[in-house]
């Protein structure tokens, strides 16, 4: 594993990084990176030493087996077939790392295949059918509404009413994800890039992507009643050393007509999709110095063969990323909240 001095090389974006949004009505304004860290303290407190968003998580590794399938699309060397090694992340959003789990949090799964490799890709996924915003503006601006108010810890109601008048794209996206059934846990989990990105081939031809997880594992309804706070967590961990969880990598090809830049959207279900391989996960650990805990998931660090589409997130959570991941970087004593040796086989 490198360091964090080598982790830190990858960071493009610093504090001063503008980020160009647009209001409701139009009017165009600035957010820095700085503004998203104030927001993610306000709405879940400062935890020192913990990721600003999806603080709750646990490291794991293995490898993704390329059927060199996706060699049609790339040149990305992860793509040719062969088994290339990764390290990863389950998390669930928020700032809080003592959030306990909950059936309707929204799940994470970040990798980074070829670690610490030049080549390597790093994807941030999340078990949604779509992203809850399509700009910068909206992502910060229902961030503000979800600040808990003292008292109930939730959110004000009459705030979130207001966010979604002002953001429909973000109540369509809600309603779009309402409609997915929850599952058991991580294991029986799809996870979904979400945005598009373009993979490039060895002559230059460039194909509108988004890539997903297909758990290969049965999916199963969940539990009825938590036993633990961190029962999503216990429960995958059990089931990593019971035997490797197993998802298939699928690509999915736009078409022209398909919106490239808005991830609320979902791409019509008749888009043409390759399967390129298995991606395994074979061990799991709490978060240490030299695993996952020191990876930052950006998801502009790419291989050549994939590059960035014009959606207006990508930029933006690369800055943030480093923003959360600067503030972070040789703070000591932040505590895992998810213990795996605690977890009993």
Same mark, same amino acid.
């Given at each position: 594993?490198?360091?964090?001095?080598?982790?830190?090389?990858?960071?493009?974006?610093?504090?001063?990084?503008?980020?160009?949004?647009?209001?409701?009505?139009?009017?165009?304004?600035?957010?820095?990176?700085?503004?998203?860290?104030?927001?993610?303290?306000?709405?879940?407190?400062?935890?020192?030493?913990?990721?600003?968003?999806?603080?709750?998580?646990?490291?794991?590794?293995?490898?993704?087996?390329?059927?060199?399938?996706?060699?049609?699309?790339?040149?990305?060397?992860?793509?040719?077939?062969?088994?290339?090694?990764?390290?990863?992340?389950?998390?669930?959003?928020?700032?809080?790392?003592?959030?306990?789990?909950?059936?309707?949090?929204?799940?994470?799964?970040?990798?980074?295949?070829?670690?610490?490799?030049?080549?390597?890709?790093?994807?941030?996924?999340?078990?949604?059918?779509?992203?809850?915003?399509?700009?910068?503006?909206?992502?910060?601006?229902?961030?503000?509404?979800?600040?808990?108010?003292?008292?109930?810890?939730?959110?004000?109601?009459?705030?979130?009413?207001?966010?979604?008048?002002?953001?429909?794209?973000?109540?369509?996206?809600?309603?779009?994800?309402?409609?997915?059934?929850?599952?058991? /846990?991580?294991?029986? +989990?799809?996870?979904?890039? @979400?945005? #598009?990105?373009?993979? =490039?081939? $060895?002559?230059?031809? %460039?194909?509108?992507?988004?890539?997903?997880?297909?758990?290969?594992?049965?999916?199963?309804?969940?539990?009825?009643?938590?036993?633990?706070?961190?029962?999503?967590?216990?429960?995958?961990?059990?089931?990593?050393?019971?035997?490797?969880?197993?998802?298939?990598?699928?690509?999915?090809?736009?078409?022209?007509?398909?919106?490239?830049?808005?991830?609320?959207?979902?791409?019509?279900?008749?888009?043409?999709?390759?399967?390129?391989?298995?991606?395994?996960?074979?061990?799991?650990?709490?978060?240490?110095?030299?695993?996952?805990?020191?990876?930052?998931?950006?998801?502009?660090?790419?291989?050549? /063969?994939?590059?960035? +589409?014009?959606?207006?997130? @990508?930029? #933006?959570?690369?800055? =943030?990323? $480093?923003?959360?991941? %600067?503030?972070?970087?040789?703070?000591?004593?932040?505590?895992?909240?998810?213990?795996?040796?605690?977890?009993?086989?």
């Amino acid at each position: 594993m490198v360091g964090i001095a080598a982790v830190g090389g990858f960071l493009a974006a610093d504090l001063g990084t503008m980020l160009y949004a647009r209001g409701p009505l139009g009017s165009q304004r600035r957010l820095t990176p700085q503004a998203f860290v104030d927001a993610f303290h306000t709405v879940a407190g400062v935890h020192r030493g913990y990721r600003l968003n999806h603080a709750k998580g646990v490291a794991v590794a293995g490898y993704f087996d390329s059927n060199g399938a996706g060699a049609e699309l790339t040149k990305a060397a992860v793509f040719r077939a062969g088994r290339t090694p990764l390290v990863g992340r389950f998390s669930l959003p928020g700032g809080d790392p003592a959030i306990s789990d909950t059936t309707a949090a929204p799940r994470g799964l970040g990798l980074a295949i070829g670690y610490p490799g030049a080549g390597q890709w790093r994807t941030a996924m999340l078990n949604l059918p779509v992203f809850q915003d399509n700009s910068v503006q909206g992502f910060y601006d229902r961030l503000l509404a979800s600040t808990p108010v003292p008292g109930t810890g939730k959110p004000d109601p009459a705030a979130m009413a207001r966010f979604l008048a002002d953001h429909p794209e973000t109540a369509a996206a809600l309603a779009t994800i309402k409609q997915q059934p929850p599952t058991s /846990g991580f294991a029986d +989990s799809t996870f979904r890039g @979400l945005n #598009a990105f373009y993979f =490039v081939d $060895a002559v230059g031809n %460039r194909s509108p992507v988004r890539w997903s997880l297909s758990p290969l594992r049965p999916v199963m309804p969940p539990p009825t009643s938590a036993v633990s706070p961190n029962w999503l967590f216990d429960n995958v961990v059990r089931d990593i050393r019971s035997t490797p969880l197993r998802w298939r990598l699928l690509v999915t090809i736009g078409e022209p007509q398909d919106d490239v830049r808005d991830a609320t959207i979902a791409w019509p279900a008749d888009r043409r999709t390759i399967d390129t391989g298995t991606v395994v996960l074979d061990s799991i650990a709490t978060e240490a110095a030299g695993n996952a805990r020191d990876v930052n998931f950006d998801p502009m660090v790419l291989p050549e /063969g994939i590059e960035p +589409s014009e959606d207006p997130l @990508l930029a #933006a959570r690369s800055a =943030v990323y $480093a923003a959360s991941f %600067r503030r972070r970087a040789g703070v000591t004593g932040a505590a895992p909240q998810v213990e795996v040796g605690s977890v009993a086989q």
